[in-house]
């Protein structure tokens, strides 16, 4: 049931791997034409079609397909309807992707009628669409890690002046979310004789583990400290009272309010304290949105 939740938190989060340049977007459609063409070629049966028009029709598929997923988007949301790459969602984004296929397979059953001199009909295009659903899946994973190399390649975070941003914050003593920190948080637990209230200039982060979480914090003498109690991280995530705690991967949620510097290794992501080593990871789906808070500088390639 859990699961279930976590799906649609996902899904209602922002898409932040859609790259809006001409090349980026060449690529994914070039690929994924590509892949549409050896995926048909290897699964539909050959020996039933003409030599002279295998040729044709496969190519013909894939530059439907291009022109369709170019189109769709690079040349739609650029000129007609730009609202698409404004807070878009991941499941609005799957919708649109799924749109765009649908519309691909469309043009395609055309084309296929043409070439073959078949009739255009109602159930003929969905016994043609039914032959490719196979294909909806697999073709779905490649956009995306498509969008999502594409975005790693092409978006550089300059840690420094991340780290003066930072810097800047705390020397101010300028709370990044201008909320009230000096306020209390209760942590509610399902074992009623577990309590643990702090404010949340206290609180570090916390990391959550099936039923139970670990509250890193610093108690009233500035040392560290940390608690396990049983509860959900998507219990205090989803608690109204939290205003200072921010989601930077599955399991972690952290103050980006006591956060002094952000560090990388091997493409990934930490974020630092200043009384304690650990370190809290961001994971890719959080970078952009936590970076951002805390001051980032994004350089395209």
Known sequence: MNYISDIKD???????FLEKTFKANFIKSFISSAFFVVYLFLIVNNETIPLQYILPAYLGFGIILYITFIGSFYYFPKYLFKVLHDNL????????????????????????SFIYNNQLSINGFLSFVLKFVSLVFPLTLIVLLLDYISS?????????????????HNKENVSLDTKNLEQFYNFQSDNKSEKLTLKAN????????????DVHFLNDENKYERKLIRSKIKTIETDKANVFLTKTHRSYLCNLNLVVKVSKNSGNYYLHFDTIENKVPISAMFVEEVLNSLGSVIIAK
């Open 89 to 112: 969602s991941v499941k609005k984004y799957l919708f649109w992707l799924t749109t765009t296929l649908f519309f691909g397979y469309l043009f395609s059953y055309i084309y296929h």
């Open 202 to 213: 206290q609180i570090l982060y916390v990391n959550g583990a099936d039923n139970y979480v």
């Open 152 to 168: 790693l390649k092409n978006k550089i975070y300059d840690i420094g002046a991340i780290n003066k941003s930072i810097a800047k």
């Open 10 to 16: 996902l899904l209602s989060k922002k898409y932040f």
